[in-house]
C-alpha cells in the first residue's frame, strides 16, 4: 500500500512539472515559427488573447484580439493563431526565424493570464524533435518507474 502511493507520488512528481509547461516555442518543418500557450482561461473573463515578443527593451505584439488592443503592422499579415485542444491558442508566425534576435523573451496571454519564457535562438528546436524528446522522456520516466516499483514488491 505504502510503497504504491510511493509510486503514484513520484509518477505525479515527476509528470507534472513536464505539464506545467505554459508556454513553448518551435521551429516547424517549414521553419515558422511555432508558440503554444496553454494557459487556462478564467471562465469569469472574456476570452481573449494576446502574444508578444521581447528582446532588450523593444517589444512588440504579435497578435492579439483583444478588444482595443492592435498588433504590430509588421507581423498582420504574417501570423494566424488557431485554438488548442481543451484550452489555449497556437500561434504561427512566417518569416521571423532568421532573423530572430540572439535571446527572445516570448510572452502570451490568455485572458489576462500570462506565461512567457526565454530562449537564445541557438537553442530553438524543431517541433518535430520537441514531441519525440518528450515522448522518449516519457518512456523512460515510465520505465524507471516501473522497475523501481518492482524492485520494492
Ligand atoms: C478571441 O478569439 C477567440 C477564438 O477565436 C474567441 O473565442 C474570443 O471571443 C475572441 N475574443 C475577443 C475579445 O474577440
Ligand atoms: C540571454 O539570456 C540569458 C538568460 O536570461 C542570459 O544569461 C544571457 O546573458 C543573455 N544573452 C544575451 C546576449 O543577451
Redesign the pocket.
Known amino acids: 500500500m505504502i510503497k504504491s502511493l510511493l509510486f503514484y507520488w513520484m509518477l505525479g512528481a515527476v509528470l507534472i512539472p513536464a505539464n506545467s509547461d505554459l508556454i513553448s516555442v518551435c521551429i516547424e518543418d517549414d521553419q515558422d515559427l511555432r508558440v503554444d500557450c496553454l494557459v487556462e482561461p478564467k471562465p469569469s473573463r472574456i476570452n481573449s488573447y494576446e502574444f508578444s515578443w521581447s528582446s532588450g527593451n523593444k517589444e512588440a505584439v504579435i497578435n492579439t484580439n483583444v478588444s482595443g488592443a492592435a498588433s504590430e503592422a509588421l507581423f498582420r499579415d504574417k501570423s494566424y493563431v488557431e485554438e488548442l485542444d481543451p484550452h489555449g491558442y497556437r500561434l504561427t508566425l512566417t518569416g521571423f526565424t532568421e532573423t530572430l534576435p540572439?535571446?527572445t523573451t516570448y510572452m502570451c496571454k490568455i485572458s489576462g493570464n500570462s506565461a512567457t519564457i526565454?530562449i537564445?535562438r541557438d537553442l530553438l528546436l524543431t517541433c518535430s524533435a520537441v514531441s519525440v524528446f518528450l515522448k522518449t522522456s516519457c518512456i523512460w520516466v515510465m520505465s524507471l518507474l516501473i522497475f523501481l516499483q518492482q524492485m520494492h514488491c
Open positions: 540572439h535571446n526565454t537564445e
